[in-house]
T-cell receptor, first 116, second 111 residues
Framework: GAVVSQHPSWVICKSGTSVKIECRSL??????MFWYRQFPKQSLMLMATSNEGSKATYEQGVEKDKFLINHASLTLSTLTVTSAHPEDSSFYICSARVSGGADEQFFGPGTRLTVL | GQQVMQIPQYQHVQEGEDFTTYCNSS?????IQWYKQRPGGHPVFLIQ?????EVKKQKRLTFQFGEAKKNSSLHITATQTTDVGTYFC???????????FGRGTSLIVHP
């Protein structure tokens, strides 16, 4: 089956620093990747849709200058949390759709971000 | 995106009992997907329903899509401890593929 990796799996950083999270589709090409945020015991909230070779589409209320998304290739999308603050601490999960495939999403294992 | 309501939020059952979670939308859905997220894990795709009145089965899991395509349910027969996790429905908005998750139902199975 399609596999999506995410790196790092967890990160602890100081307030004010930037953190980059990578999302890779390992055995398939993904024209579209999604970035979600999940707080404890809550649902996944879509942050943005990342399309290869174009600008990401951000959901309402998500600051594009705060959460920088780059989708430079068909197998890699990155999310950079700039000037992170404690309220940015969360579980960030990416997902990918197979190019030309069905509607299902394949999720990465997630990244636990803790900002001190 | 438009909301999809999912109930209940939590469900405690004894092993062997049945379990059902429901998703409801005020607008017609083009399709609906179901995912399972184990504690500490990530969502895993279970199924997609597209047709009005569709019923699909996966072993002990039965998925239904309402006739009006505004509601869906996931039913687990004779739960096992391996069924523990949070079950989410997901709607896709129109033709632009904007995914919106329901709030999820956490299933706790007591042995």
């Amino acid at each position: 089956g399609a596999v999506v990796s995410q790196h790092p799996s967890w990160v602890i950083c100081k307030s004010g620093t930037s953190v980059k999270i990578e999302c890779r589709s390992l055995d398939f090409q993904a024209t579209t990747m999604f970035w979600y945020r999940q707080f404890p015991k809550q649902s996944l909230m879509l942050m943005a849709t990342s399309n290869e070779g174009s600008k990401a589409t951000y959901e309402q209320g998500v600051e594009k200058d705060k959460f920088l998304i780059n989708h430079a290739s068909l197998t890699l999308s990155t999310l950079t949390v700039t000037s992170a603050h404690p309220e940015d601490s969360s579980f960030y999960i990416c997902s990918a759709r197979v190019s030309g495939g069905a509607d299902e999403q394949f999720f990465g294992p997630g990244t636990r971000l803790t900002v001190l | 995106g438009q909301q999809v309501m999912q109930i209940p939020q939590y469900q405690h059952v004894q092993e062997g009992e049945d379990f059902t979670t429901y998703c409801n939308s005020s607008t017609t859905l083009s399709n609906i997907q179901w995912y399972k997220q184990r504690p500490g894990g990530h969502p895993v795709f279970l199924i997609q329903l597209v047709k009005s009145g569709e019923v699909k089965k996966q072993k002990r899991l039965t998925f239904q899509f309402g006739e009006a395509k505004k509601n869906s349910s996931l039913h687990i027969t004779a739960t096992q401890t391996t069924d523990v996790g949070t079950y989410f429905c997901l709607r896709l908005s129109g033709g632009s593929y904007i995914p919106t998750f329901g709030r999820g139902t956490s299933l706790i199975v007591h042995p």
